[in-house]
């Protein structure tokens, strides 16, 4: 197997992550409990700290080492410059939570089941280019990042798609909406997975110079995410630890993958 074809099953894993968790608008009647629904908002805030600390951050500060560059300082400005980025396009893309009845971003008129997928489109852009970015730097072959270490993140990012999935297409489901058309817009939301990941791999294999400033960049914007989108969910509703337990689990089961797999 080629290391371009190892690269492309590599992203495509976080993408079918996504799809069987949206097929579980099909199979399941009920919406979830609020309970479930911060267990696995925990798990993937979880899974996502973990990735931007063992796969991201840590790669970027050794990569910038052996370059021969300050350790800190690329990785540093990109952790920043990928904070800065997703907070840019969250003041711009109109897009709306599920919990909250207020759009964010510029004004527009789009109806709210847009404004939800494109929510979650916004969260999946710094996932896919996590994914990217260590695929580019196991694709530069001069990198300590090797195929089992990107594949544990796809895979890691692959786990926390499976419930996101479940929780974007179930609420999509309306008497206006088929639990088909349900499944289908919650697979299109992890489309820009692939696609971000794509991208994120043609810049970086250009300009590999830049290798520790974008590792560090995806790990800022996966950490956005988390800070901004899911913890504040953990927080609605009654007080409950329970959000907690997920995260833990998430934050655990993400360093065993990179460790035991990188």
């Keep these: 197997m080629t290391p371009q074809l190892q690269a492309f099953i590599g992203i495509m894993i976080p993408f079918v992550g996504t799809t069987l968790g949206s097929s579980m608008v099909i199979f399941l009647k009920n919406e979830m409990s609020a309970n479930l629904r911060k267990v696995l908002v925990g798990f993937a805030s979880g899974v996502m700290m973990a990735a931007s600390v063992w796969s991201l951050l840590l790669p970027a500060i050794d990569k910038a080492e052996e370059m021969g560059e300050i350790p800190w300082l690329s990785p540093a400005l990109g952790f920043l410059a990928g904070m800065f980025f997703l907070l840019f396009l969250d003041s711009v893309i109109p897009h709306q939570h599920l919990d909250s009845d207020t759009p964010e971003g510029l004004p527009s008129k789009a109806r709210k089941n847009t404004m939800l997928l494109l929510a979650v489109t916004l969260h999946n852009i710094p996932e896919g280019m996590a994914v990217g970015v260590v695929f580019a730097a196991f694709l530069t072959g001069n990198s300590d990042i090797s195929f089992a270490s990107a594949l544990a993140l796809s895979i890691g990012i692959a786990i926390q798609n499976f419930p996101e999935g479940a929780i974007v297409s179930m609420p999509l489901k309306t008497e206006n909406t088929s639990k088909w058309k349900a499944f289908w817009?919650?697979?299109?939301?992890?489309?820009?997975?692939?696609?971000?990941?794509?991208?994120?791999?043609?810049?970086?294999?250009?300009?590999?110079?830049?290798?520790?400033?974008?590792?560090?960049?995806a790990a800022g914007a996966m950490i956005y995410v988390v800070v901004e989108e899911l913890i504040p969910e953990l927080q609605e509703g009654g007080h409950s630890n329970i959000g907690v337990i997920g995260v833990a689990f998430g934050f655990t089961i993400m360093m065993i993958l990179d460790v035991a797999l990188g």
């Excluded at 820009?192 to 250009?206: D, G, M, Q």
């Design 185 to 217: 817009l919650g697979t299109m939301s992890g489309a820009v997975e692939p696609i971000a990941s794509l991208i994120t791999i043609l810049l970086t294999s250009l300009v590999v110079p830049i290798l520790p400033f974008m590792l560090a960049f």
